[in-house]
């Protein structure tokens, strides 16, 4: 199944329809303060530095899912392969299948581990996944919405190997850094956004930013087709604010 990202190919889809966004870069990603030594940890791992597993945790909205597609594409770009799998889209799956032939992965990122607690054949795949990776030297990231000593699995030696990993908690952004990652991603997009209507967005919007960016694809969306800024009328007109 794993037929990720190889050096010859474009990073565009992976297998089972599994996709990266173009724009979960490092570059447009707002680093909060405090989780500077955990996207230093990720771009060096990526790029093929460090050894072993790397285990990613925090809250959502914290941006877990774009880090690990940023690091896929900073992968790819050091000449490395690369699958993504983001678990909770393919829980449904049989897991021998899924995990069959990662371990001829150089770098296998797990989205969401959280998400298979309690579902003993994925645990016991992930665990083999695991030893075969390290047997190669081949190596792993993973990210969870819940700390990893939280984790509540069922097999205690996949416990212990993901504790075994070096282990970053990347916190969330608080209202401020909000309306700045706002302004950068809209930057990215090629749209100019002040800080009050970034400040308004906020005051109206879901504060989860995910939701947010889903918002703002909506109004780059709308700005293209009727060629206009970003202003506070034109973002009540088309969000409905």
């Given at each position: 199944?794993?037929?990720?990202?190889?050096?010859?190919?474009?990073?565009?889809?992976?297998?089972?329809?599994?996709?990266?966004?173009?724009?979960?870069?490092?570059?447009?990603?707002?680093?909060?303060?405090?989780?500077?030594?955990?996207?230093?940890?990720l771009?060096?791992?990526?790029?093929?530095?460090?050894?072993?597993?790397?285990?990613?945790?925090?809250?959502?909205?914290?941006?877990?899912?774009?880090?690990?597609?940023?690091?896929?594409?900073?992968a790819f770009?050091?000449d490395?392969?690369?699958?993504?799998?983001?678990?909770?889209?393919?829980?449904?799956?049989?897991?021998?299948?899924?995990c069959?032939?990662l371990?001829?992965?150089?770098?296998?990122?797990?989205?969401?581990?959280?998400?298979?607690?309690?579902?003993?054949?994925?645990?016991l795949?992930?665990?083999?996944?695991?030893?075969?990776?390290?047997?190669?030297?081949?190596r792993?990231?993973?990210?969870?919405?819940?700390?990893?000593?939280?984790?509540?699995?069922?097999?205690p030696?996949?416990?212990?190997?993901?504790?075994?990993?070096?282990?970053?908690?990347?916190?969330?952004?608080?209202d401020?850094?909000?309306?700045?990652?706002?302004?950068?991603?809209?930057?990215?997009?090629?749209?100019e956004?002040?800080d009050?209507?970034?400040?308004?967005?906020?005051?109206?919007?879901?504060?989860?930013?995910?939701?947010?960016?889903?918002?703002?694809?909506?109004?780059?969306?709308?700005?293209?087709?009727?060629?206009?800024?970003?202003?506070?009328?034109?973002?009540?007109e088309?969000?409905?604010?």
């Open positions: 199944m794993a037929d990720g990202f190889e050096g010859s190919q474009t990073p565009v889809q992976l297998s089972l329809g599994v996709s990266l966004r173009d724009d979960a870069t490092f570059a447009n990603f707002y680093i909060a303060e405090g989780n500077e030594q955990a996207l230093h940890a771009q060096e791992f990526s790029a093929g530095g460090g050894e072993g597993n790397l285990v990613l945790w925090g809250s959502r909205g914290a941006g877990l899912t774009h880090l690990l597609q940023a690091c896929c594409h900073q770009g050091c490395l392969n690369v699958q993504y799998l983001p678990l909770r889209d393919l829980v449904g799956y049989a897991p021998e299948d899924v069959d032939g371990d001829k992965v150089s770098l296998v990122c797990l989205d969401g581990v959280d998400q298979i607690c309690g579902h003993r054949q994925w645990e795949a992930l665990f083999h996944l695991f030893n075969r990776l390290r047997d190669v030297g081949n792993l990231l993973i990210a969870s919405h819940t700390s990893p000593p939280s984790l509540p699995l069922l097999l030696d996949l416990k212990s190997r993901l504790l075994g990993g070096v282990v970053y908690h990347l916190r969330a952004l608080n401020p850094e909000k309306a700045l990652a706002l302004r950068l991603r809209a930057k990215g997009r090629g749209m956004m002040s009050d209507v970034a400040k308004f967005i906020l005051s109206r919007a879901p504060r989860d930013t995910n939701d947010l960016f889903h918002l703002l694809d909506h109004l780059d969306d709308a700005s293209l087709q009727q060629q206009r800024k970003l202003t506070i009328p034109f973002v009540k088309v969000l409905g604010f």
